[in-house]
Nanobody
Framework: QVQLVESGGGLVQAGGSLSLSCAASGRTDVARVMAWFRQVPGKERDLVAAINWNGGVVYYVDAVKGRFTISRDNAKNTIHLQMNNLKPDDTANYLC???????????????????WGQGTQVTVSS
């Protein structure tokens, strides 16, 4: 069973930066598509960014293009999300996720992902 643990959230002023990390354990075969979702209370989880197994293909939702960068280090079983020029609308619980089946980075539905972390809170003040 794959376990995902996020870290790096916190409180930052608008225009600031944060870096999130997600450590994976329990994987017994090749790395798969991983992603960052975000969720605010009362709303569904929305895909923020996704990355394929070797980092060669990435996807970003329009709202974060040019500000967020997703990356992975397979040797350390981690993915990262560098978030720059943060806005109050970026405030959410950020969750790391991994696909069990290889639907690809353009599969935006949370249903495409089988493994989830607990999330890390990001709060951006205006």
């Amino acid at each position: 069973q794959v376990q995902l643990v996020e870290s790096g959230g916190g409180l930052v002023q608008a225009g600031g930066s944060l870096s999130l990390s997600c450590a994976a354990s329990g994987r017994t075969d090749v790395a798969r598509v991983m992603a960052w979702f975000r969720q605010v209370p009362g709303k569904e989880r929305d895909l923020v960014a996704a990355i394929n197994w070797n980092g060669g293909v990435v996807y970003y939702v329009d709202a974060v293009k040019g500000r967020f960068t997703i990356s992975r280090d397979n040797a350390k079983n981690t993915i990262h999300l560098q978030m720059n020029n943060l806005k109050p609308d970026d405030t959410a619980n950020y969750l790391c996720a991994e696909q069990r089946m290889n639907y690809g980075v353009y599969a935006t539905s949370p249903g495409a992902y089988d493994y989830w972390g607990q999330g890390t809170q990001v709060t951006v003040s205006s």
